[in-house]
């Protein structure tokens, strides 16, 4: 005989409240939404307390964002360029969610910084809170790891080189920093490989590790309770408490709103752009990271010699123990900052220090010559992201079947007139001044899509008699007969094409731009300004 | 209406907000290639048109197809053949099976296409003569071009009566 299990509660209301019951029965669903909202705030609701969900928020648009870009994104030096160009130019939406990831790993630095300066301000990590503000320092490193291995995926120009000199520094540690570049960049150079490695540690390890450690830091968070504020006593809350629910999580919803609207503009209004295809043998190109380690790569100036373990290692150590043994150095209960004097000045002096940097980094960039070229990189990364989609070519042509009649005309570089007029560009010097691939120096503008920009006889006659500008900028005329223009023309026409320097892009052994003997700051060696002192 | 049903009202718009900013560009991105599928409409080159013009059985080309794959061009061989319609017009026929997509064979002796999979046949003009197949071969647009035979290769949906072009 059949039996039904009956609800003890049957409630009466509307088939929505009672599919909400349905499913309470089977999943506690209603007492884990009022556990949730229901959270005892000590001194109650405050804009102060916005930042941690703040974080959580990026995260999640990091996450979405972040598989979108991987759903065309291909993690190989050869076609990395390619696919995300392909996202930026081609896939509708693809220009803003890439923005918005971009923008976002920003935001999530700056938000973290606020949430670091809250906490610390209020003191809130006193009070059997240690592991809550381990598990949160920790949290800090990965995603400062998560910005410096996203950097290196667009594979273009900047990526390229910031990564370069970011995998040197860690080759200044004593004895195993040789080993740790090694193992970062998967060999002695970057290349393929070290794509691939930056990709899964972006993708598949670090994300893992935020997860887990968010969800600890979450759970030690309800542990402990909110702190309140400063006046507070951080063990045993005596202020009248305010539940989470409505007014904290209305603040929370508010700021939701302001980051969203501030991240959606910035990347509909200024989408990021992306540079040229990596070029290992460019070496005019100025690396500048991420503005937010922008401190670090002005600290690195001051040191050199046998001091730079000091610099590099020593110091940042010292700094980053502090940080996460921050609890058990401020140990009494004592929450007021100002009351906290040390911890406070110690704090203070690292922080204004490091916006110190920041600002001294960007003004020396401002100066010529240096100037000159991050402005000219600047021009090239706006050129190149306006210039129209070219597909990734490969060319399986070259052996085609016995049975094929057709000539293999199709793939651009069997053309006998482009490697003729690339010797015309080397042989009577313009790749002196526009460089060796057309892509421009401190001395000349880059010439990649200049045959888009001007029609065949119009760039002749540029070419055999400059204008005043070009003349003004040290342009001679070009001597040539119509068919040594013709084959120049269709040379300049590849320019800037993934096909036109396959070998630089596939050849990782490349020349490295900073390895160094002994324990200088690896950039001297090949990028002139970062060593300019 | 109560407070608390006012506030979780005021949440509940904002976080649809929040979804539709985020969401909205996540579907279109998503929905690109669905939308925008590969096609191929240049002209591709099947060779001299002296070549075809004393033909009266089919012949089998390899043409190299440029095709745009995503954020890549691919050039691949794709066989087709030339013929002659019914008519006495060149034509070119595709070597997709109308059936289920097998490549079909010109069988010289027997004097007709045959598929390899599931026995349809075909006649030199690529009209349906027996088998599964519910049409005759698909014909490809074609163009003479400075003395050269050129054809815009497609792919057209499978076992259905009526020529129908895939985009």
């Known amino acids: 005989m059949r039996r039904q299990i009956k609800d003890s509660a049957q409630p009466r209301g509307g088939l929505a409240s009672r599919a909400l019951n349905w499913l309470d029965v089977r999943t ?116 400062l790891g998560m910005g410096f291995t996203g950097y290196l995926l667009p594979w273009d120009q900047k990526a390229y080189f910031a990564t370069a000199v970011g995998t040197n520094v860690a080759g200044q540690v004593p004895i195993i920093g040789n080993l740790i570049t090694r193992m970062l960049r998967g060999g002695d150079t970057i290349g393929t490989l070290t794509l691939s490695r930056f990709y899964v540690a972006h993708v598949f390890l670090i994300p893992s590790a935020i997860l887990a450690f968010v969800g600890a830091h979450i759970l030690l968070f309800r542990k402990a ?13 005596r202020l009248r408490a305010e539940p989470f629910y409505p ?83 401020d140990r009494r209960l004592e929450r007021k900052v100002w009351r906290r004097p040390i911890p406070a000045l110690a704090v203070a002096i690292v922080v204004t220090g490091m916006i110190s940097l920041g600002i001294k980094s960007k003004i020396d960039d401002r100066q010529a010559p240096v100037a000159q070229q991050l402005a000219h990189q600047e021009e090239q990364e706006k050129a190149y992201s306006a210039a129209p989609f070219e597909p990734y070519t490969n060319s399986p042509a070259i052996n085609p079947p016995a049975t094929s009649t057709s000539a293999p005309a199709l793939v651009v570089s069997l053309d006998p007139m482009i490697p003729k007029g690339k010797n015309i560009f080397t042989d009577r010097g313009c790749s002196a001044c526009h460089g060796d691939d ?86 001297v060696a090949s990028v002139p300004i970062h060593g300019a002192k | 209406m109560r407070r608390r049903s006012f506030v979780a009202t005021i949440l509940g718009a904002c976080a649809g907000a929040i979804a539709t900013v985020i969401g909205t560009p996540v579907v279109r991105y998503v929905l690109y290639p669905v939308q925008a599928a590969t096609r191929t409409d240049k002209w591709t080159e099947v060779g001299d048109i002296s070549e075809f013009e004393k033909i009266d059985s089919p012949v089998a080309k390899t043409i190299l197809l440029t095709q745009r794959d995503g954020w890549r061009e691919i050039v691949s061989h794709q066989p087709v053949f030339v013929s002659r319609a019914s008519d006495g017009k060149l034509q070119v026929l595709s070597p997709v ?23 349809g046949q075909f006649g030199s003009d690529g009209s349906r003569l027996s088998g599964p197949p519910p049409r005759g071969l698909d014909r490809l647009d074609n163009q003479v071009k400075d003395g050269k035979l050129q054809v815009q290769f497609q792919y057209f949906r499978s076992n259905v009566p009526d020529r129908e072009l895939l985009s």
Not at chain 1, 225 to 237: C, I, L, S
Not at chain 1, 301 to 306: D, R
Not at chain 1, 471 to 489: F, H, R, T
Request: hydrophobic share 45%; net charge positive; glycine share 10%.
């Open chain 1, 28 to 143: 506690g669903v209603k007492g884990l939404t009022k556990m949730v909202l229901d959270e005892p705030i000590p001194g109650g609701a405050r804009w102060a307390y916005v930042f941690g969900s703040g974080l959580l928020l990026i995260f999640l648009l990091q996450v979405v964002t972040g598989i979108s870009l991987a759903l065309y994104y291909t993690p190989t030096a050869e076609t990395a360029h390619t696919s995300v160009a392909y996202i930026t130019k081609q896939v509708a939406g693809g220009a803003f969610l890439r923005s918005l990831h971009s923008y976002g790993s920003s935001a999530m630095i700056i938000v973290l910084g606020l949430h670091f300066l809250q906490t610390f301000i209020y003191g809130s990590f006193k009070g059997r809170r240690e592991l809550l503000w381990l598990s949160g320092a920790l949290l800090s490193f990965l995603v």
């Open chain 1, 225 to 237: 309770g909110p702190a309140g504020p400063m006046r507070e006593h951080p063990v045993t809350p």
């Open chain 1, 247 to 329: 007014r904290q999580v209305l603040f929370d919803m508010g700021f939701a709103l302001l980051v969203v609207a501030v991240l959606a503009g910035l990347s509909y209004l200024r989408p990021v752009t992306l540079g040229p295809i990596a070029n290992p043998a460019d070496s005019q190109f100025l690396p500048r990271p991420e503005w937010y380690y922008l401190p670090m790569f002005e600290w690195l100036k001051f040191w050199e010699g046998p001091s730079v373990v000091i610099g590099v290692v020593v110091i940042p150590g010292i700094i980053a123990m502090v940080f996460f043994l921050m609890p058990f150095l």
């Open chain 1, 438 to 523: 057309g892509t421009g120096t401190a001395l000349a503008p880059t010439l990649v899509g200049i045959t888009r920009k001007f029609p065949k006889d119009r760039l002749a006659a540029l070419l055999h008699n400059p204008n005043a500008r070009m003349k003004e900028g040290g342009m001679p005329n070009v001597d040539a007969s119509p068919d040594e223009m013709e084959a120049l023309i269709a040379y300049l026409a590849t320019l800037g094409k993934p096909s036109a320097n396959p070998p630089v892009v596939a050849n990782t052994s490349a020349p490295e731009p900073s390895r160094s003997k002994g324990n200088s700051v690896a950039l």
């Open chain 2, 97 to 119: 099976c109308p059936h289920l997509g097998c490549s079909v064979a010109w069988r010289e002796k027997q004097n007709k296409f045959v598929c390899p999979c599931h026995g």
